[in-house]
Structures are given as structure tokens and as C-alpha cells.
């Protein structure tokens, strides 16, 4: 375990930041490229360790896949070339690679075993391997197969029209990959739309996508031909800065070449709404993806109310959200968002234990938290990541206003999504 040091009462954060690839897109293109036809390039790929432990897994299935400085070649096999791997398939601490997979697996005739580390151990995998298994493909693991590590053996699948009890990308996404391997065609259906990624590489790849209100359909036996990826940078790494640029006094940042794809922009509805000043130029589109650069500058911020349907389009924004909240003049309330409880850690505990030891006045919901704004200063201490990435940064940028040596635990969980994270603090620090 790591314990860092932290800044404390930064005088400003000012200049531009290059945000590294999104996570989901890609953990995608791995995905994508690998079941592709053809040689596929990833540029701007995410270096962080939650794609790379989806790379291993498709390495230990028999894809050649290449790394240099930033792109990725994938030497794609189609769906049928996957092989059966000798190792155990390792996800580390991404709950994108296990779903994900397990979709691919359940249409692939051969026996796979999945494990990851403790954080993975304690989340629910039933909300995939329950349609999976509805879909033909024979899982089992500890809990029945609610929990790693888990055995899969696929092969022959048959469409579903699955009605999920939860908006999430991960459930939609695993079962359209294994829709693509089945007879027929397989739809899914959630209560709110969340993030949209998968239908947009699919497209990207030459797969046809059929999109109706909340319904997502894709039909079976599609052949998917190899693409260069442009991956855009991550709005959710994005978002520590759009925060820290709000709410560190005398600030100014700009973020290049940000990840606009609107099931991903509640944190910019939430900023304007709140009253912070956020522009965005030179918007284009890339891979069916929308891109732009984002700049922020020190704002005047009111709480409000974030519930319903915004809720998946900014799920992991939510940990900085809330030090946003404790800025703000008045009461922000977070409802709808019991799925915070099963991240990484349980968000809404950790959210609320961390910023409460550095003074924020802050309670925790069965379905999120009520953050009273501007109700004293923050006050340095020793705190947790408990090993979730998003903790630990939201708790770095928390650092930049406290008054009093800060030092943050398990330090080191950050690179799972933003390796260069502090690098990027340092650089805006000056
Ligand atoms: O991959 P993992 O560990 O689930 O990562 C997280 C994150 O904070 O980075 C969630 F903890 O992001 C998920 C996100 O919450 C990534 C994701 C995707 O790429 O499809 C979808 C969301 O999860 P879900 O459960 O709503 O589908």
C-alpha cells in the first residue's frame, strides 16, 4: 500500500491538459478488434491497468495484440478464431473487463475460468451470468455464479429479449456480444438509457445496431471488420479537472480532445446547472464518437437536486460530484443512485466517510447522499482510496483546498484509470 502526500491549499490551477483515452471505449476496441476480421489500430489508447488486464485476457485467448508508445494493433481473429486458454483469465479490478468477457465467452465453444482482485471478488456478476445462462451458455462460480471467481463454457446461444432491472452499459453491452453470436435477433431494454459505446463501435466495426426508445437490438452472426480507433479522451478522468478548475479559486484549465458522446455529459449539466462557467470548442466526431476541448474557470456554485435519468449518464462522476457539492452555497441532494453501491467500493460509504473526516458536512441515502455546501473549511488529513481510483482522485483534488498536511492511502489505485494523474496536478499546479 502506498500513503502519498498531497498539496494542500493550491493558489489556483491554470493551463491545458491532453486527457488521456476513455476507459470504456477502450476496453471496446480490445474487445472489437480482437473478434474483428483484419488489423485493427488503436490510438489514444488507455494505458491504465484496467485495459491492459483486458488485453491479457484476449492475449491468453490467442490474439496477437501489439503495444508502442500510444497505439495498440490488434491482429483480430473473428468471434470464431478465440481459442481456449491454457491460463485462468485475470480482471484485475475491472468490473468493464469481467461483464464484457463473460458476454464473448458465452457464445465461444470452450471452458474459460475468470478471477480479479478483492475489490471484484465483492461484486455482483448474477446481473450478467443470469441472461447469459437464459442465452445457453453454462456458468458457475461462488454464490452461483454471483461472484468470481467464475467457469464459463460456451458455445451455441439463442437470442433473448431481456428486459434489464437496471440501467447499465456493462449488463447491455455483455448480452449484445453474445446476441452477435446467436441465431436471431437479441434486444435489450433498460429502465433509463446508460452509456452507449458498445452500439457506437459496434457501427464503427461495420455491425448494424437497431436503436428504439430504451431498446437496443443486434442480430446474430454479423461479421465485423477491422477499423483505426481514435479513442477520445475520458470525460470521467476529465471530470476531476472540470471540478477542481470550478471550485480551487483563481483557476483556469482547459481539457483537449474530451469525449462529448451525450450518455457521458452529465457532469457538464450538472456544473452549468450548479453555475460554473464550462465552454466547449472545436467539437468533431470521430469513430461515431462527438470530441471537443473543455475549459472551466473558477465559478460561483449553487446545490441542486440529481436524480433520474441523469444519473447513468454521469454514475462515476458522482465521488467528485459531491466535493463539488461541499463548495457550493446550499444543499445538493444525489438520489437514484443505489448503483454506487456496488463500484468499485461502495461509493456512497466512501464518498461520504472520506470527505467527512476532512470536515464536509455530508450524510449518506439508501439511493445517494445529501451534501450541505459552504459549511466550513476543509481540513487536512489522512485518508482512504480503499483501493477505488475514482475515490482517490476525488480525494487528491479535495486536498488542493484543505487547510493542513494531507496524505492519501492506497495512493496507488489511481492508475487503474488515469496513470498520470498527478503528473497532469503537477503540471496545473505550475
Ligand atoms: O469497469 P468498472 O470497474 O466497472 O469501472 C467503473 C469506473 O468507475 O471506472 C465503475 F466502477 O465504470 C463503469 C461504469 O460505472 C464502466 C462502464 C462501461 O465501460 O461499460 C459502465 C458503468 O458501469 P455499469 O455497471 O453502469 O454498466
Known amino acids: 500500500m502506498k500513503k502519498k502526500q498531497l498539496f494542500t491549499m493550491v493558489n489556483g490551477l491554470t493551463g491545458t491538459i491532453d486527457i488521456p483515452g476513455d476507459k470504456s471505449i477502450s476496453h471496446r476496441a480490445i474487445m472489437f478488434g480482437s473478434i474483428a476480421n483484419g488489423n485493427t489500430t488503436i490510438t489514444n489508447f488507455l494505458e491504465g491497468e484496467d485495459c491492459l488486464s483486458t488485453i491479457d485476457c484476449f492475449r491468453k485467448m490467442g490474439v496477437e495484440i501489439k503495444r508502442n508508445e500510444d497505439t495498440v494493433e490488434i491482429f483480430g481473429t473473428g468471434l470464431s478464431g478465440l481459442k481456449e486458454p491454457v491460463e485462468i483469465l485475470n480482471v484485475g479490478n475491472s468490473g468493464t473487463t469481467t461483464r464484457l468477457l463473460l458476454g464473448i465467452l458465452a457464445g465461444t465453444p470452450?471452458?474459460?475460468?475468470?478471477?480479479?482482485?478483492?475489490?471484484?471478488?465483492?461484486?455482483?456478476?448474477?446481473?450478467?451470468?443470469?441472461?447469459?445462462?437464459?442465452?445457453?451458455?453454462?456458468?458457475?462460480?461462488?454464490?452461483?455464479?454471483?461472484?468470481?471467481?467464475l467457469s464459463i463454457r460456451g458455445g451455441k446461444t439463442k437470442a433473448i429479449a431481456y428486459k434489464s432491472p437496471v440501467a447499465s452499459a456493462q449488463v447491455?453491452?455483455?448480452?449484445?456480444?453474445?446476441?452477435?453470436?446467436?441465431?436471431?435477433?437479441?434486444?435489450?431494454?433498460?429502465?433509463?438509457?446508460?452509456?452507449?459505446?458498445t452500439e457506437r463501435m459496434l457501427r464503427a466495426f461495420g455491425g448494424e445496431v437497431v436503436e428504439a426508445g430504451l431498446t437496443v437490438s443486434v442480430t446474430g452472426k454479423q461479421e465485423l471488420h477491422a477499423v483505426n480507433i481514435i479513442v477520445p479522451g475520458d470525460i470521467s478522468s476529465a471530470a476531476f479537472f472540470l471540478v477542481a478548475g470550478a471550485i480551487i479559486p483563481n483557476s483556469r484549465i482547459t481539457l483537449k480532445k474530451v469525449g462529448l458522446n451525450p450518455t457521458r455529459t452529465g457532469i457538464i449539466d450538472v456544473l452549468r446547472n450548479m453555475g460554473a462557467n464550462v465552454s466547449i470548442s472545436n467539437e468533431t466526431i470521430e469513430n461515431f464518437e462527438p470530441v471537443g476541448d473543455l475549459?472551466?474557470?473558477?465559478?460561483?456554485?449553487?446545490?441542486?437536486?440529481?436524480?433520474?435519468?441523469?444519473?447513468?449518464?454521469?454514475i462515476d462522476e458522482i465521488p467528485i460530484i459531491a466535493l463539488l457539492a461541499t463548495q457550493a452555497n446550499g444543499k445538493t441532494v444525489i438520489k437514484d443512485a443505489g448503483e454506487l453501491k456496488v463500484k468499485?467500493?461502495?461509493?456512497?460509504?466512501?464518498?461520504?466517510?472520506?470527505?467527512?473526516?476532512?470536515?464536509?458536512?455530508?450524510?449518506?441515502?439508501?439511493?445517494?447522499?445529501?451534501?450541505?455546501?459552504?459549511?466550513?473549511?476543509?481540513?487536512?488529513?489522512?485518508?482512504?482510496?480503499?483501493g477505488d481510483h475514482r475515490i482517490g482522485m476525488m480525494l487528491a483534488i479535495a486536498a488542493c483546498l484543505t487547510e493542513g498536511p494531507m496524505a492519501l492511502e492506497n495512493s496507488e489505485a489511481i492508475a487503474v484509470s488515469y496513470p498520470s494523474f498527478f503528473e497532469h496536478l503537477e503540471s496545473l499546479i505550475g
Open 344 to 386: 468499485e467500493t461502495n461509493r456512497i460509504d466512501t464518498v461520504v466517510s472520506e470527505l467527512s473526516k476532512l470536515g464536509a458536512s455530508i450524510e449518506s441515502t439508501d439511493d445517494g447522499m445529501i451534501i450541505y455546501g459552504q459549511s466550513g473549511k476543509l481540513t487536512g488529513k489522512t485518508v482512504n482510496s480503499y
Open 110 to 149: 470452450f471452458h474459460s475460468c475468470l478471477i480479479g482482485d478483492e475489490s471484484i471478488a465483492k461484486r455482483p456478476m448474477n446481473r450478467v451470468t443470469n441472461p447469459l445462462r437464459q442465452m445457453g451458455a453454462s456458468i458457475d462460480g461462488r454464490e452461483q455464479g454471483n461472484f468470481t471467481p
Open 172 to 197: 447491455k453491452s455483455a448480452i449484445l456480444l453474445a446476441g452477435l453470436q446467436s441465431e436471431g435477433t437479441t434486444s435489450v431494454t433498460e429502465p433509463h438509457k446508460s452509456r452507449d459505446h
Open 295 to 314: 475549459t472551466i474557470s473558477t465559478s460561483a456554485l449553487t446545490g441542486i437536486e440529481i436524480s433520474g435519468d441523469i444519473i447513468p449518464r454521469l
